[in-house]
C-alpha cells in the first residue's frame, strides 16, 4: 500500500462528531500529498464555527503521524472552496439517506 494511501486509511477512521461519517467521506479531506517523509493535507470543517474547528485538525495530524513512513505533517485548514453536502461520497449519502 503507498504512503497516501495509508495516511488516508486513518483519516477515515476519524468521524465528524455530528455525524456517523468518517470526515474523508464526508469530503472534508480536499487534499493528500505526500512529500518525502511529510503529509500535506489540506482540508476543511463543514463550518467555520464548527464546534470541533479545534480537535479536528489535531486528530488528522494525529491519525497521519500513526503512518510509519511519516514523520511531520502540514495541515492546511482552508474554507476555500466552502464545503457542501455535494462533496460527500455517494457512500455517504447513503449513510444520511440524502
Do not use: F, H, R
Not at 26 to 39: E, F, H, P, R
Amino acid at each position: 500500500m503507498e504512503t497516501k494511501e495509508k495516511v488516508i486509511e486513518e483519516i477515515k477512521k476519524i468521524y465528524d462528531p455530528e455525524l456517523p461519517v468518517n470526515i474523508y467521506e464526508l469530503g472534508l479531506i480536499y487534499d493528500v500529498k505526500i512529500n518525502g517523509k511529510k503529509a500535506e493535507i489540506k482540508m476543511t470543517l463543514t463550518t467555520p464555527n464548527c464546534p470541533v474547528a479545534e480537535s479536528l485538525p489535531k486528530e488528522v495530524k494525529e491519525g497521519a503521524m500513526q503512518v510509519d513512513e511519516i514523520d511531520s505533517v502540514d495541515l492546511e485548514l482552508v474554507w476555500d472552496p466552502p464545503w457542501t453536502k455535494d462533496m460527500m461520497s455517494d457512500a455517504a449519502k447513503l449513510e444520511l439517506n440524502l
